[in-house]
């Protein structure tokens, strides 16, 4: 009986695998994003962003992010869905390959307008990503750091509130690593930061 149980189990994490493996691929051809967003998938995917299993959760993410790449009213609906407290919680509590992937689908849901980049800084986001530049390892860094930018490259206030949090110290720092990726990033979050206001750009200039 105990090979019954453990088959079925087996059988159920084989299936949300393969069902998010399929959906990824989907989503490779633009045409089937609005038909997926219609099917009503992101209820579907928003547990799988917490599942056991590794792969589904990757995968779930990344689904995510391809949908909200899509255009500003797929991201609005993903927002509007409930999915972004499951991506803090795995940002805090997961390990630094999905933080890696909740962190680039946030960057996809806040790169398109202030509005959107505003709704995904809520729940204390942005502490979260700041956090995550403590990290060790680069590719986690690089990822948070671009969602930041994304955050704040169409909004003075949040600007505002990234610096008065200590960004751009924390930025000088990632530009002394021996990494061309993670200096991209931060040169180019910093010049996002700069357009914003002159007193940022002095700011900037200063911590240099």
Do not use: W
């Not at 990344?62 to 972004?84: C, G, W």
């Amino acid at each position: 009986m105990s090979k019954v149980i453990h088959q079925i189990f087996d059988d159920y994490n084989k299936s949300r695998i393969q069902f998010t493996q399929s959906v990824s691929d989907l989503c490779l051809k633009p045409h089937n994003i609005e038909l997926l967003v219609n099917t009503d998938i992101i209820n579907l995917l928003r547990p799988l962003i917490l599942d056991k299993v590794p792969i589904v959760q990757q995968n779930a993410t990344v689904i995510l992010a391809k949908l909200a790449s899509y255009s500003e009213e797929v991201a609005l609906t993903i927002l509007q869905n409930d999915v972004l407290p499951h991506l803090i919680y795995c940002l805090k509590h997961e390990n630094k390959n999905y933080r890696k992937n909740c962190a680039y689908t946030l960057k996809c849901l806040a790169n398109h307008n202030s509005k959107l980049a505003n709704m995904v800084a809520e729940e204390n986001c942005i502490d979260y990503l700041m956090d995550c530049l403590d990290e060790y390892d680069l590719r986690v860094k690089q990822s948070c750091i671009n969602a930041l930018c994304a955050i704040i490259k169409n909004d003075l206030e949040l600007s505002n509130n990234v610096v008065n949090k200590g960004i751009i110290p924390l930025l000088i720092l990632c530009l002394q690593e021996k990494d061309n990726n993670l200096i991209k990033s931060s040169l180019n979050m910093l010049s996002e930061l700069c357009k914003q206001s002159d007193e940022i750009a002095k700011n900037v200039v200063d911590n240099n």
